[in-house]
């Protein structure tokens, strides 16, 4: 089943039924492979890069670990060895393989790994109870969908390591590259706020509880930075002039010789990006992706901005729903680093390791990208990744005092 | 000069004279250094350490950069090649050497370096238009302060990496643990507070602009967490719980085969410590020291609470002042990433490299430690180091909602 | 086809003609992979290893640029880009791929991999003028036959780098592990003696040019090291005695945490083996197999006897050609390091890269192993591999004064 | 006392007493210091580079351990932690401290470890029994010989790892570069030879047993490789044409940036020389000094000869005494592993490990350099170090066939 033929976001919300909502879920996961070979779904290409593979049987081992093992105490696994390969990082779910050796284990082949989906699959729909009723079901879709933008990443990222540039999909090309519709600012005045989530609706444990933050009065960006500004940056000596940058950044700008977002290219022609349909020319007006909280952080000091804060995006947001670019297009780097928000409790066991002990060293990110998959954008939606790191379908809005 | 006959900080404080204020810190840096050998002066014992030698010699060539030079055109100085040698970490001040090689570097000797002090010190007390009104001179003397806690905490680390742990000076045994006055928690009710500097005294760029901020209502320790304390988060299978540590400090913990603060060793008659007075027993009741963030926070997830931030502590300090043990006793970790204050803006010029491009992969640390030099403590004061680095003198002091 | 159906080595030597041979060798190369899944192709668990989809596709671009493209101007590539990812390390036939990244490329697919040879193939066996003069389609079989030693050999630590330690072929286990049948020690007395290839055969450029050495009297063992006599070894302290070891031998043993062959592992049931048909007992009386030269010198050492010479294996060799286990069960580490015979000089170009660079910091290995195909064996014959490397089918035979 | 003024070698050869022999040695060696400023004895460049002072530890300890501790029940040591501190590699002689470390020690003091050397000499020469009958002692002389070219050879590296550039001693420049006295080949006949010592003096126990060896027909070059020469070779490119070099060379010519011996430097002047004097103009004439094994061989390769096997080279020393420049240049790169001679046994005991345990992945060099102190040359000498290491005062003779 191609991607496009799916059911859009606004008729997976309407459903009723969290089995429709299980089979629709599951069933995006595969169509995301449709376009791949058997080759493509064993490789990591880094260490940050797990296996397609991987991502199709860890979804799988998250609802057989925490729905049907816990519920169903006479469930037999397919292969008892699958926990120790498939948990991610789950300490408190027991052993688990060297995350670095991922990208080494050629068995169990693609066709097993689709054969455990069947059968956890057959086993979850088939629970005596329902899943209706049962919360972390929920979050394991919620966990799922996260996957499938990595997998889509991850992807990206095997594919464009091979000298040959290969494409993951002729038709996706300009998908990934909608048109930036950035004009002026929006202004927001002082005042004390009320962030992060207090609907009875699915949320992270991480976007709650909502508290209040005081707001200076602040303007933000109608838009996304595009790919002809970046290209001004670049031009105007950006990757070379270390004022711009925050000393680690420069440090990484010059280890590892970035002079550019990292799937660009530039040939005889001018420059090229690496996208699902293999290499294409720059698209001016797409908002940049692919770069880094250092890079989007220099940009904005060159041009005399700053990045925003996660309470700024958040207000920003929920009083003008309708700014441009919001989601769908690029995560956008704030200079929020990635903390508890005040009176936050992680839940107890396993699940409690899903957002709370990666509090430290990343910074949030807001919004959403083109790889996110329907119905998994929120207005609270915290995402965080380390500062140089530029794999994602990252992007850059600005914000000034 | 010993330390001990050096004036004391109210003394310092009050001074009217920038001149003598200047001699005094240059003093001070230099009795820091009385009870070293020749040889202690040349080493770094891991890439965090500077040598004592290089110390002193980069604080007066900052003095000759952003002073000396700029204002007497006719200034030679001693060997120009030390600009290359001395400059940290100023890109926009020219070439400099490479922080790795510090402890490779055997001339100019110590006798040397002291005579470039020297040579500085006349040129900047002779300046024709004397030093008072060079809000420079100022900075360039609370810079020196800060390396006089570096100076401190590095020669501790250059000591204890001898197997013989000699000691720095045995009359400083005491003076480094302090009896922790814990006696229950401070509470502050939510609000709209102002934090930052509004002065028009010294304070460093990062500490301003003051801005508002809402803090809802928490409860803040009266005292610091002794080593009576962190000795029960040990014995306690604190080093062994992964559940009790961020993901980023579990993997350090591991890969450090960390099990105690760094200076930490237990033999057949328990724990002892290393201290500027060599190995001694662990004082049960001094407030635990050289910890990094990571093993605070995992204290403080173990005690069933959690790391303040940099407004709660600020706000606490500037309503309870005589809240024991908030300087002079340990630096203390809070939970707020080290990014700009709202609306900050840092000098232009090589200068505003000093703070602004640091705000990345660190953590806010508030108060000050035994080491920190007389007249050096504020309450806007804000001190940054990285999540796994513990050579310094931190502490932990809990918060709660 | 199944490899046990493949035609012997004696008929292979006896075959007139070279296309003939051809299409054995080929074919042969072809059927070692007919256990693998197309998953096991890709993988490269370890820098020494290349993944079989790139031995299949090297051995091929080795004919097509030393062959097909200076013999046949109208050659037209399959796909040019091929020649950069398939040229291994032959400076002067061009840039290529960066050795580090071979196990992350993956397209072209197996399938096409697979297209390539028979393109390849069709066009060799169509050469105008016949194979049968060339010599360097005698050189790339017999390249082809090494790279289908390290297939073997290469595969075997993919799989058990997967914690699942999936079989390559189940009706393999025995095969691998020959009994031992060394019954004493064979006596040379002092001489010269002339070693080295002086036929009008095939040998490499490194076993030339013929040449005399001075040989001590000397004995050696009639055959190869058990697996009982090694597991003697490190029951006896092996492993943890330093005395035993090289120095450099002795870090790596403590920095691998080195405590037996690389394929050994103990659980409750004792010592077992990962074989080419999975994890299966240890058999006594078998060679023990997979030990680097360090272990070889060490088990020699605790012997109280020491490894051959190149001249020394060779010499006995000659004067005793029924000496038992001397090709076809393991490689034998000699005390030779891989240097130049007196008056060798490599062929001018890319192909002169084949041998001559290597020759420094790795060990000459003499025989043959379980793994080495049919008619590549020859008592000339120099294998060489750095001291520390045992994924390799290497045991042990020892020498005496 | 200056080192010119110190006896020559032939004084110190016809010496009768040892007690003489080992006042003259350990003088020397501290004659060698007499250059240095107290901050230069502590510091480790490189991993290779040992302290001044720990040399001047080590050779101290050398003698406690092995002869003071053994013949002197009633022997007291002067600091019981020097043991730990000052054992080099000598496993079987107790725990020691770790090598990366040494020159992280700031303690014992300079001063304390010239006392420790007095402490020692004191009572080395009032053994009762006298020094005259001790093998172990010739040894401990020969070894503290060996850690005088040592002392000088990582004192160049530590003075040149300072941007500064400082010399030694400025006496010394010209004494480091005789001129070089090439004048064609010497040829010797192919045959049966006896290598190796087979006299009743000293020598260290790699020298022996002597044995025969076979050497085919070749001529040897008349004297050293000239910087003329080498020039030329850098000027043809010889830092980049891979053909030229071993995989392994190429590898780190690319990885260190290499083009050129390491203490040579390009200026605006042309080539310069880091010397004992500092940084002076190449001289043509003089051998060249500081290549590696990977350019000696590469040189050889351009140049279209080889390097010597050490049994040439001592061949060729025992047939030619006279032949320019054996001995007091530059240690001469052979293509010989330093391997056991057949029949090698090393002693029992810690003193085994003195030369025994690093018979792998080194190569022979022979002669003797600048560095090398009076006395201290032999025919049969074999020193040995790593492919890529070029600290050493190596140079280059020729060989052909």
């Known amino acids: 089943m191609a991607v496009s033929s799916l059911p859009i976001p606004d008729q997976l919300a309407r459903r009723d039924s969290l089995s429709e909502r299980y089979k629709s879920v599951r069933q995006y996961t595969e169509a995301l492979c449709a376009p791949l070979e058997v080759e493509d779904y064993v490789v990591s290409s880094m260490p940050d890069v797990s296996p397609t593979k991987w991502h199709l049987a860890h979804t799988s081992w998250f609802f057989e670990t925490f729905v049907l093992k816990p519920r169903d105490a006479a469930y037999v696994s397919l292969d008892p060895r699958y926990a120790f390969l498939f948990n991610s990082y789950y300490v408190q779910a027991g052993e688990r393989h060297c995350r670095a050796q991922r990208g080494l284990v050629t068995r169990p082949t693609v066709d097993q790994v689709f054969e455990y989906r069947r059968y956890v699959d057959e086993h979850m729909l088939e629970l005596p109870d329902g899943l209706d009723e049962d919360p972390i079901v929920t979050l394991g879709l919620n966990h799922e969908q996260q996957h499938q933008e990595l997998l889509l990443t991850d992807i990206k990222h095997v594919l464009w390591t091979n000298p040959l540039r290969p494409a993951y999909d002729a038709r996706r090309a300009n998908q990934s590259q909608p048109p930036s519709t950035f004009d002026g600012w929006c202004e927001i005045p002082e005042g004390v706020h009320r962030i992060g989530d207090d609907t009875t609706g699915f949320a992270f444990d991480n976007e709650r509880p909502a508290h209040r933050v005081f707001v200076e009065g602040f303007k933000i960006a109608n838009g996304l930075v595009t ?25 990484v700008v010059q280890a590892d010789k970035r002079t550019a977002p990292i799937y660009w290219e530039r040939d005889d022609d001018g420059w090229k990006e690496f996208t699902f349909a293999g290499m294409t020319a720059i698209e001016s007006d797409a908002p940049v992706c ?112």
């Open 290 to 401: 692919h770069v880094s909280y250092y890079e989007a952080d220099a940009f904005a000091r060159w041009a005399g901005h700053r990045l925003p804060t996660e309470a700024e995006w958040e207000v920003a947001a929920l009083n003008f729903p309708g700014m441009p670019q919001l989601f769908c297009d690029r995560w956008q780097w704030t200079q929020s680093a990635y903390v508890a928000y005040p009176g936050y409790t992680p839940p107890t066991g396993a699940i409690g390791e899903y957002n709370g002990k990666w509090m430290s060293d990343q910074w949030v990110l807001r919004g959403s990208s083109v790889a996110t998959p329907p119905g998994h954008s929120r207005v609270t939606y915290r995402n965080f990744f380390p500062s140089d790191t530029r794999w994602q379908f990252t992007g850059i809005r600005l914000a000034s005092q």
């Open 227 to 251: 790919n002809r500004e970046f290209l001004e940056f670049i031009e105007d000596g950006g990757y070379s002039r270390p004022e711009l940058w925050l000393a680690a950044g420069w440090a």
